[in-house]
């Protein structure tokens, strides 16, 4: 094979339950993921170059409206993973990345984490590795955090720093719509204002809990319920750093949504509805409130990372 394309999808929070800061300087974390149908792609292709001796083993391209927001250096996440798998066999592979941006950038939405699974996918394919998926998550988990989620899909929890994860049994397809905000938020600006407002408020981080509410929506495909049992600890430092957020969240309420949310940290908002059809009329109703950029509708859960057909 000389090229392997891989479609990867974005995660929203049902319940992001934050507790106290580790040691380590990371949350106990109860993440309650669920992968919705907006999509990155990564394609990992064999280089074509005269001279292979002079040239980076890792190439990286991106493509889409997002692209200028994207690093194509080394910091680059699917970057990271092809390094990190290479590494892990103890030999030297060689790929050219294609990214295809759609997965907001610094939105929330763990389009950098979804690449870099989708990047382990791909070389593991390409370089004809064989690794298993179990092996995949391994690694993923040393990248970061909403790394091996985006590998699983579906609807999951996470514990520890949101990393352990069991799957999540879910019945029938919840429709969401994500209003994308302009600009995005640093993820640990957004943990260290949640530590500080908590300090200033003299409230001690409780120790996190999976919602039982939630679980059993989740299991009776309970819209309204799932609507209810939405909830997300980060909201509050998202909220306070980016206050054009609680307007994108009362239009979504005040046209109908069933719940409504910042999704992880923000500023990308997520709202569910009734239905497909529900979904695009409040999209439609919410894409000119100020501070939203633009709105997409996506369903979900969908699988994880997967090699294209
Ligand atoms: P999370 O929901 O996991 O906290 P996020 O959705 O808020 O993450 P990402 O889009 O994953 O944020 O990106 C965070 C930062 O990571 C970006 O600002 C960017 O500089 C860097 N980054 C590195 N690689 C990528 C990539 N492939 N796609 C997007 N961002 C990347």
Known sequence: MSAITVRVPAKVNLQLAVGP???????????????????????AAEPFDVNPSAAAPLGVRVEGDLAGEVPVSDDNLAVRAARAL???TGRSYRADLLIR???PVAGGMAGG??????????????????????????????????????LLGGTAVGT?????LAPLE????????????????????????????REEAGVAAPTPAVSEALLAALREG?????????SNDLQPAALALRPSLANTLAAG????????????????????????????????????????????TASGPVPGATVAG
């Open 21 to 43: 800061l580790r040691e380590d300087g990371y949350h106990d974390l109860v993440n309650v993921f669920h992968a919705v149908s907006l999509f990155d792609e990564v394609t």
């Open 86 to 88: 290479a590494d892990r």
């Open 101 to 103: 941006k759609s997965i």
């Open 113 to 150: 984490s979804a690449d870099a699974a989708a990047a382990l996918v791909a070389c593991n394919e390409l370089w004809g590795l064989g690794l298993p998926r179990e092996d995949l998550m391994e690694i993923a988990a040393d990248i970061g955090s909403d790394v091996p989620f985006a």
């Open 160 to 164: 520890g720093r949101g990393e352990r």
């Open 170 to 197: 879910t019945a029938g397809v919840f429709h969401w719509v994500f209003a994308l905000a302009d600009g995005g938020l640093s993820t640990p600006r957004v943990y260290g204002e949640c530590d500080r407002l």
């Open 222 to 230: 309970d819209v309204r319920a799932l609507g209810q049992a939405l």
């Open 253 to 296: 309420r005040e046209h109908g949504a069933l719940g409504a949310l910042v999704s992880g940290s923000g500023p990308t908002c997520a709202f569910l509805a009734e239905s497909a059809e529900r979904a695009h009329e409040l999209a439609a109703l919410i894409k000119d409130v100020d501070g939203c950029r633009s709105v997409v």
